[in-house]
């Protein structure tokens, strides 16, 4: 049916208001494009979102943004102003149902009932040699091989996987690749993270704010229902409430079955592929704020033997006004291994081994039984070129998107993948100016 909408005439229309969304739009309108961001939710931020409960400020999840990642370089060089602080490294490992002081110094390394003499003698010298790895020279094996060819100690391997599970949120060590993943661990011991105040919504509002003042239109509430095609290439977006919007091209930043559903009816067979090759990786997180943390010095723990993670993001980030303590715990999934009351369960019980009597001083709670921290990763299983920024069988149609990463991961992969789609969008683009575009509409 044709809409009573007037069509409107865009150079470009990004598709999802997260990181990737408004990271491409900004990018797009300081070149002086026409560009609209549709948003489907009513807040802007997808899953870089952050709620407020009672006073106390939720990440969807524990949420941690990497010094040395592609995405604090470029919101920075956006303008975005980053607050936050650096975690304390020190913690505790979860073994055998107890807890045990990770052996992160020399001192901790020497006392830990962790690991043997020699278990011991090996984690040093691989914690020594780590930075010296050069993880693009790696061939392509599963991080498993890597580590089964690196480290003997089958106690030193636990400990190696704990660490790269907590930077990449990612457990599927047989089918990761070495290299990406090695990065990141490099990266969480390099570089560390920052807890950002007020949580990633802060940065998620400075986008939106850059993105306005350079021209953007962003709207929210507006979602796509499918891309309109004319002879072969992309002609514009018709939304759910059968409004349409006529557009030289389009970026998508939703997942890869989502990106998929907008053009159900053509034969992409590179998306197909994407779609068809994507392993999300896949979280149930456990969010609290307490009115005050039963053991005040018990900040960090991640299981050695289960693949759990907890820490408190107060002790550095400003999340409260009230003074409570906000903590996140998070229980790693594979593809399509989700339990979500015997994850909440574990979560709980995890909770209570770190902070016995913590249910006495909740004052709010959010649980997410199952998100997916991340569409896709690099791993052993995908045949033929990293997907996007172009779909190749529809021209002016792009994807973005943590999922489409060339290496890099999670928001660090949407805020590269934003910014090679915005690339090629420009050059693809370049004979027809705003003027040239709006005249011929
Ligand atoms: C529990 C958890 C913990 C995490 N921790 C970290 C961390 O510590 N460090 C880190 O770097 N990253 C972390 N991440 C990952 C990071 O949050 C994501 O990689 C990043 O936010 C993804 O951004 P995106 O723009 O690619 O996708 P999204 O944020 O998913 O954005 C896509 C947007 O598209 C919208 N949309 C969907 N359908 C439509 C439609 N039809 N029309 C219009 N809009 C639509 C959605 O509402 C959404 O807003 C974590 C994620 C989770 C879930």
């Known amino acids: 049916m044709q809409t009573a909408y007037p069509m409107k005439e865009y150079d470009a229309v990004v598709v999802g208001g997260g990181f990737a969304g408004l990271i491409a739009a900004v990018k797009l309108a300081r070149a002086n494009r026409k560009v609209i961001l549709l948003e489907r939710s009513n807040q802007l931020g997808g899953r870089g979102m952050t709620h407020e409960k009672n006073g106390a400020l939720f990440n969807l999840g524990a949420h941690a943004l990497y010094r040395d990642g592609e995405a604090n370089a470029m919101l920075r ?90 930077g990449t949120y990612n457990k599927e060590v047989s089918r990761q690749l070495a290299g990406p993943a090695l990065l990141q661990v490099q990266r969480s011991m390099k570089g560390s993270v920052l807890y950002v105040h007020g949580g990633w919504q802060r940065l998620v509002d400075q986008l939106h704010e850059l993105a306005v003042r350079a021209g953007a239109t962003v709207r929210t509430g507006a979602a796509i229902a499918n891309i309109i095609r004319e002879d072969g290439r992309v002609s514009g977006v018709r939304l759910h409430d059968g409004e349409t919007l006529s557009a030289r091209t389009v970026i998508s930043t939703l997942s ?41 010095d018990r900040h960090f723990a991640i299981g050695l033997d289960q693949p759990v993670y907890f820490s408190h993001h107060t002790s550095v980030a400003r999340l409260s006004d009230e003074g409570h303590r906000v903590v996140h715990l998070l229980k790693y999934n594979g593809a399509g291994e989700s339990d979500p009351r015997a994850d909440e369960r574990l979560l709980e019980e995890t909770m209570t081994l770190i902070h016995p009597g913590w249910r006495n001083e909740v004052v709010a709670r959010l649980y997410l039984p199952n998100i997916a921290v991340s569409h896709d990763y690099m791993h052993l299983d995908r045949t033929g070129p990293l997907p996007g920024p172009r779909v190749p069988e529809l021209p002016g149609f792009y994807v973005a998107g943590d999922w489409t990463t060339h290496g890099e991961m999670l928001v660090d992969a949407a805020a590269a993948s934003a910014d090679r789609a915005a690339r090629q969008v420009l050059e693809d683009l370049r004979p027809h100016t705003r003027a040239a575009a709006t005249e011929t509409a």
């Open 77 to 166: 060089e956006l303008g975005v102003s980053i607050e936050g602080s650096v975690p304390p490294t020190n913690g505790y490992g979860i073994w055998q149902g107890r807890l045990a002081p990770l052996p992160v110094t020399p001192w901790l390394l020497l006392r830990s009932r962790l690991l043997s003499g020699s278990g011991k003698l090996e984690l040093g010298r691989f914690m020594g040699r780590l930075h010296r790895y050069d993880p693009a020279a790696i061939p392509k094996m599963s991080l498993r091989e890597w580590a089964e060819r690196e480290i003997r100690d089958p106690m030193v391997r636990h400990f190696f996987y704990a660490l790269s599970r907590t």
């Open 256 to 296: 890869p079955a989502g990106t998929h559903r907008l053009v159900q009816d053509a034969e992409l067979p590179s998306l197909e592929r994407w779609k068809n090759e994507a392993r999300p990786i896949m979280a149930a997180g456990l969010d609290l704020a307490l009115k005050r943390l039963p053991i005040p």
